[in-house]
């Protein structure tokens, strides 16, 4: 199975700052990767899928990049509301694979 | 309201049997490929079986393959995760998902809880 490595774990940010996760993949997997963000309690919710495209609904202050096995996720003007848990997920390979997560705290 | 709606997960001892279900509602169902997906307690997200829009395709896990069935209804918008010979490591939040065009999951449901101890 294809192993997708989330950096950092848990990274602690301002309100109004930038913040950009990344997500490794073991292997080539073109552009079929999706972000996800999931609240306490609560199911995930798509972000960015094909890797840099923005879900319908979704604040224009998330994007994606990356290709192959290097992709980053970045947030700019963090708002109280983006403090949760992020995950990447592969869609090249069967079977899909996600990142282990990183958790995204308020500084 | 689009929506998935998950049910039947519980407490059930090691080796037992459950049926989840999932309804689906506010979108065609009968175009989507539909998904499991669960999460143990402080684990990453695990994606457990899909089945095609008619049935005619169904693809597991390798933890799962050969124990669990997933079947849907399209006359009641509605899929299905029969598990048997459960396992304390499949103790988790169930997650039924619609699958989107770029192989992502668009639409995620409450979750439905299932815990496997005696």
């Known amino acids: 199975d294809i192993q997708m490595t989330q950096s950092p774990s848990s990274v602690s940010a301002a309100v109004g700052d930038s913040v950009t996760i990344t997500c490794r993949a073991s292997?080539?997997?073109?552009?079929?990767l999706a972000w996800y963000q999931q609240k306490p309690g609560k199911a995930p919710n798509l972000l960015i899928y094909?890797?840099?495209r923005l879900q319908s609904g979704v604040p224009s202050r998330f994007s994606g990049s990356g290709s192959g096995t290097d992709f980053a996720l970045t947030i700019t003007s963090l708002q109280p509301e983006d403090f949760a848990t992020y995950f990447c997920?592969?869609?090249?390979?069967?079977?899909?694979?996600f990142g282990q997560g990183t958790k995204l705290e308020i500084k | 309201e689009v929506q998935l709606v998950e049910s039947g997960g519980g407490l059930v001892q090691p080796g037992g049997s459950l049926r989840l279900s999932c309804a689906a509602s506010?979108?065609?169902?009968?175009?989507?490929?539909m998904s499991w997906v669960r999460q143990a307690p402080g684990k990453r997200l695990e994606w457990v079986a899909n089945?095609?829009?008619?049935?005619?395709?169904?693809y597991y896990v390798d933890s799962v393959r050969g124990r669990f069935t997933i079947s849907r209804d399209n006359a009641n918008n509605s899929v299905s995760l029969q598990m048997n010979s459960l396992r304390a490591e499949d103790s988790a939040v169930y997650y039924c998902?619609?699958?989107?065009?770029?192989?992502?999951?668009?639409?995620w449901g409450q979750g439905t809880v299932v815990t496997v101890s005696s």
């Open positions: 998902t619609r699958d989107s065009g770029g192989r992502a999951f668009d639409l």
């Open positions: 506010g979108f065609s169902f009968r175009i989507y490929w």
């Open positions: 089945i095609k829009q008619d049935g005619s395709e169904r």
């Open positions: 292997q080539g997997i073109n552009s079929w």
């Open positions: 094909l890797a840099s």
């Open positions: 997920q592969q869609a090249n390979t069967f079977p899909s694979t």
